[in-house]
């Protein structure tokens, strides 16, 4: 069944004990791959848009548009699954789409867009082509008139590529507000809080924008809960949040001291009235009946495709959660002790079991080693796995924090570490250090399969034949 994606695939089968944990390995690897080909934006967005003949748009059979009344149609969008969802709508509109601009990640091969525009934008800290490809998509939403439709395409890591710093606050700052986000326990929730307020673009605000052009927007979520807020911060979004809230958070965390003192002053200004709060359910965009946002895949709907292939497999699979979130040690006991119950219940079965969840985790990143929440996931594993049992983790989008390479994750059996010690590699100290990659890397334990093109969160499977 393999797809090609991970690379060094024969490494990671060829570090199995036996032929049962090879087999597990096997599978594991398959459904991740399967799951990233499901997942793949452009198959999502030829899913939810459909064009009649007749000219009529159909958006996930919920609303029905006549594209004869619309001159021109725009697209803009931000995110690391984006350039795919934008390839789809080209092929879905054809020549209709007569102009648009995305910030995207690096691409792999050579851009296929015939009319939408792109810059490489930064990720995860926003850079200045990002802040300069969202000028050019601020200046096309300002041209679009009564008769345009604009097609907004957004996905996980649209908050760190679309940005435009609010007045007063400059790019180096943001980037340092951001790296103090990322190192903190603070929740991705509550990280878009506080870049809602600090952007001119984020919270609603794209879609206040524009005059009067009707807008249809397409969101793929890669945050637990598949908030239209949360995903790529809202920019189209009304949001709930407020300056008073972002101010807290920073509090609340230890890192309003250590925050950039224009950005302390814009939220303090924001929190006494002085700057204009981020559009609100209220506000006269989002009741015109103009503004249509969608939830086109998520968490959810990768979890439902993880247990469908699990159980062709015959795994007995307990789909345990799609909302899997929280720091990373409080994670990994939450997982065996749910796992460890199951394999007691299941213990008269002939099937191999499988648990499967999907969500995002939160690294509280203490060292300065290399590797991401996922690889962290399966390095603080190492000690809880018994014999027969095998544990992944993996981003979605293939690049599992900040390493040397481009690492979605790693995966493990109860043998790895005897392995590690056999090599010198203390796994405690390494991962008190968060440096998962290089404990891994020498192991050939890594997955690896470069950007994928999509984004939808995390999956972990620990499984045992």
Not at 36 to 51: F, G
Not at 355 to 362: K, M
Not at 379 to 388: A, N
Request: hydrophobic share 40%; with cysteine.
């Amino acid at each position: 069944m393999s797809m090609g994606l991970i690379k060094e695939r024969k490494y990671i089968l060829n570090n199995a004990s036996g032929a049962a944990t090879k087999k597990l390995r096997g599978d594991i690897l398959d459904i991740i791959e399967k799951v990233v080909a499901e997942s793949n934006p452009y198959k999502i967005v030829k899913k939810a848009l459909r064009v009649t003949g007749a000219g009529k748009l159909s958006v996930q059979e919920k609303i029905t548009l006549d594209l004869n009344v619309f001159k021109r149609i725009l697209v803009i969008g931000a995110g690391k699954g984006t350039y795919e969802m934008a390839r789809a709508v080209e092929e879905i509109f054809g020549k209709r789409v007569t102009d648009g601009f995305i910030a995207i990640g690096a691409l792999q091969t050579d851009c296929k867009l015939k009319t939408i525009g792109h810059c490489v934008a930064g990720h995860p800290f926003p850079n200045q082509n990002g802040v300069a490809g969202a000028k050019k998509i601020l200046r096309i939403l300002k041209s679009a008139r009564k008769d345009d439709l604009i097609i907004g395409l957004f996905s996980g890591g649209g908050s760190a590529m679309l940005d435009v710093p609010a007045e007063g606050i400059t790019l180096p700052e943001s980037i340092k507000l951001t790296e103090l986000l990322i190192r903190s326990k603070a929740s991705i929730d509550e990280i878009n809080v506080i870049r809602k307020h600090v952007s001119c673009v984020k919270g609603g605000q794209l879609a206040c924008s524009t005059a009067n052009a009707k807008m249809v927007c397409l969101y793929l979520s890669d945050v637990v809960g598949d908030s239209l807020e949360t995903i790529a911060s809202g920019p189209t979004v009304p949001d709930s949040s407020t300056f008073g809230q972002a101010v807290e958070i920073l509090r609340h965390h230890g890192l309003w001291k250590k925050t950039p003192a224009a950005i302390r002053t814009h939220l303090k200004n924001g929190e006494r009235g002085k700057c204009p709060e981020t559009p609100k359910a209220d506000h006269e965009v989002f009741c015109s009946n103009r503004v249509y946002n969608f939830l086109i895949g998520g968490h959810e709907s990768t979890l439902t495709v993880a247990v469908a292939i699990a159980r062709k497999k015959g795994y007995e699979v307990l789909p345990w959660t799609h909302a899997l979130q929280g720091e990373v040690s409080v994670t990994v006991e939450r997982v065996f002790k749910t796992f460890n119950a199951l394999k007691k219940k299941q213990e008269n079965t002939s099937k191999p079991l499988l648990l499967i969840a999907t969500g995002e985790t939160t690294m509280h990143v203490r060292g300065k080693g290399a590797g991401g929440r996922n690889q962290q996931v399966v390095i603080e594993s190492l000690g809880r796995l018994k014999e027969g049992e095998v544990l992944a983790a993996f981003d979605t989008d293939g690049i599992d924090g900040v390493a040397p390479e481009k690492v979605g994750g790693a995966i493990v059996d109860s043998q790895t570490l005897i392995r590690g010690n056999t090599l010198g590699l203390n796994a405690e100290k390494m991962a008190l250090n968060n440096d998962p990659y290089n404990y891994f890397k020498p192991l050939h334990e890594l997955i690896i399969s470069g950007p994928t093109g999509t984004n939808i969160g995390d999956i972990v499977l620990l499984g045992y034949r």
